[in-house]
């Protein structure tokens, strides 16, 4: 599966975006999509996970309640509703997919990736 992520940009703090990853090639259904965010310097950290169907969901501790990840699979889209945007959410955004099982934290567990989207969070 092939993924292509958009949606990043500049917002003010408290501020909201949307990201969107959109999905080609195989049945979008049947892989779990997560979103990742890096900056310089540091390891691709974890932010949420959604299952194939959309009913399970998984989060960071550092956005829950402030981010949402849901996914659209007629469209072959996944998103990441991201509000009350901090400083400290500054990174590049990948969406990620597998066809594992589980809602996984770890980036090693994903085997497909987008190009990642940049959001800058000003104060």
């Known amino acids: 599966v092939q993924l292509q992520a958009c949606g990043g940009g500049l917002v003010q703090a408290g501020g909201s975006l949307r990201l969107s990853c959109a999905a080609s090639?195989?049945?979008?259904?049947?892989?779990?999509m997560g979103w990742f965010r890096q900056t310089p310097g540091k390891e691709r950290e974890f932010v949420a996970a959604?299952?194939?169907?959309?009913?399970?969901?998984n989060y960071a501790d550092s956005v829950k309640g402030r981010f949402a990840i849901s996914r659209d699979n007629a469209e072959n889209t996944v998103y990441l509703q991201m509000n009350r945007l901090k400083p400290e959410d500054t990174a590049v955004y990948y969406c990620?997919?597998?066809?594992?099982?589980?809602?996984?934290?770890?980036?090693?567990?994903?085997?497909?990736w987008g190009q990642g989207t940049l959001v800058t969070v000003s104060s």
């Open positions: 990620a997919g597998d066809t594992g099982r589980y809602l996984l934290s770890s980036a090693s567990a994903y085997e497909y």
């Open positions: 090639g195989r049945t979008f259904s049947w892989y779990i």
């Open positions: 959604i299952s194939g169907m959309g009913d399970l969901t």
